[in-house]
């Protein structure tokens, strides 16, 4: 595994149960995956000859975060590792130019969008609000900026990005769909998804979406299209937007594991991080069926707040039924970083909801003064 934070922290914790063992390489001597991998690498996950000699004797590679070196993993694939997902498909993801042409290439419904090389270029078109996207690099809300008028361009990014046409969606909701080699596909019920508007990254998040019928369906559609077209194999999750006349539009898709499928592990039959591994390995993909309404709220760190980590308030939230908290084993916290989560499973959404929203205003991630 290529990345050691939190998502193959939680890949790890799957793989225990099936006696897989995991290598992982990361930068990060203190990594979240340090002391619960078989073994572990450090070493720069964009540079090709650590992550050529990172994946040479294993038999499957995969990642659990998209900036990796792409040469090295379509050279290991030449030689016979099995790299998923495809670093073809890797690649495409990373630049979200390329990603938003797949889109338009295969008939994938998405905003409209140009591409620019600089903030030249985009002063020189500006004429109604838009999103700008860096191409590459960003991540958890970073490399995204809103342009709202001309007077915002002067926090526009100056590197090659997307601008797209700011779209009036009323939802924001994500769907997991998983492949394994033999071809086989599910996909996972619909979320719903909200954003710190600061941070603009998903701070509180529900499953069942409470989306029509035919939502559901267009984002099904939209999934499976994707992952036949690019004979995909791993869990891919889409990111969408709603429309108010009920049209679905992909924002941007993550090919792992992914913040929209926390709430698995504890909410539905199988589990996004066990359903990756299901599908990586190749063997039989697990029921998605949700066993109960949840809710999922980041733990992110207070604002403010840098240094070593201390959690205000979990004791409080752990006398209560049907909640489960999950800390990331980060040992430095900074401003609204992801540190762990909560999930909040209850027989009704609505008193999911009203337990989410305590933790909320209960958990608070500082730092020791």
Known sequence: MLGGGQLGRMLIQEAIHYDVRIHCMDPAADAPCRHLVHQFTPGQLNDFDAVYRFGQGLDVLTIEIEHVNVDALKQLAAEGVKVYPPPAFL????????????????????????????????????????VQKMRTGGYDGKGVQVLRSAADLDKA????????????FVKEIAILVARNASGQMVTFPLVEMEFNPEANLVEFLFSPAQVDESVAAQAQSIARQIVEAADFVGLLAVE?????????????????????????????????????????????????????PAVMVNLLGEKGHQGPVYYEGIEEMMQHRGVYVHLYGKAETRD???????????????????????????IKVKAIV
Not at 103 to 118: E, K, S, V, W
Not at 246 to 254: D, H, I, K, S
Not at 343 to 359: E, F, V, Y
């Open 336 to 362: 609204f970083r992801k540190m762990g989560h909560v999930t909040c499973i209850a027989p009704d959404l609505d008193h999911a909801k009203a337990m989410a929203r305590h933790a909320m205003a209960t």
């Open 157 to 168: 990014f100056d590197c090659p990005s997307v601008i797209e046409e700011l779209v009036p």
């Open 91 to 130: 690649e495409m993801v990373k630049d979200k130019g390329l990603q938003k042409q797949f889109y338009r290439d295969h008939g994938i419904p998405t905003a409209p969008f140009t591409l620019i090389q600089n903030k030249a270029e985009l002063t020189a078109m500006f004429e109604q609000p838009c």
């Open 240 to 292: 969408l937007f709603v429309l108010a006349d009920g049209r679905v539009l992909v924002n941007e898709m993550a090919p792992r594991p992914h913040n929209s499928g926390h709430h698995t592990i504890e909410a539905n039959i199988t589990s996004q991080y066990e359903q990756h591994l299901r599908a990586i390995l190749n063997l039989p993909l697990g029921h998605t069926d949700a066993l109960c």
